[in-house]
């Protein structure tokens, strides 16, 4: 299937994007900063709490991105692609998947949102893996930012 290129989703640089997709969904209902934000680590990798006050716009924006890009993903995949490499000391560094519940609790209030929805996978047909999809409102939504 070709994606089309001649939306503001690519037109625009990633990161600007995902930095103005993230004040858009302040203004959604339903995208609401949990008060346990505050005290948790994005990763096992991580030495430190999440500092920046927006990193919940902000991860939402790159999740909902990356739901755009792929058409289909699950929190595993969106767990391996937030991860990092862990400091293990004088042991050589390994990758670590990033943390679920962010990314379950983001996805859950996109769900409720309207903006994505669970699709259930069919055993035997390439192409249709369980994970979220947007759906025409997420889409619509998406390449409304400008």
Do not use: C, H
């Not at 302040?26 to 346990?36: L, S, T």
């Not at 500092?51 to 969106?78: C, H, M, P, T």
Request: proline share 4%.
């Amino acid at each position: 299937m070709e994606k089309n290129t001649s939306n503001p989703v690519y037109d625009i640089d990633a990161g600007e994007y995902n930095l103005k997709l993230a004040e858009a969904l302040k203004g959604v209902e339903e995208f609401k900063k949990p008060d346990w934000i505050d005290f948790v680590k994005s990763s096992p990798s991580k030495a430190r709490p999440i500092e920046d006050l927006d990193f919940w716009f902000k991860r939402a924006a790159s999740i909902l991105r990356q739901i755009y890009r792929k058409e289909v993903v699950g929190v595993n995949r969106l767990k391996t692609r937030y991860g990092s490499k862990k400091e293990r000391g004088s042991k050589p560094e390994k990758f670590v998947k990033a943390g679920g519940k962010i990314i379950r609790t983001i996805l859950q209030q996109s769900d409720a949102a309207g903006l994505t929805e669970i699709t259930k996978g069919v055993k035997g047909v390439k192409g249709k893996r369980p994970g979220r999809q947007l759906t025409e409102k997420g889409k619509k939504f998406l390449e409304d930012v400008k």
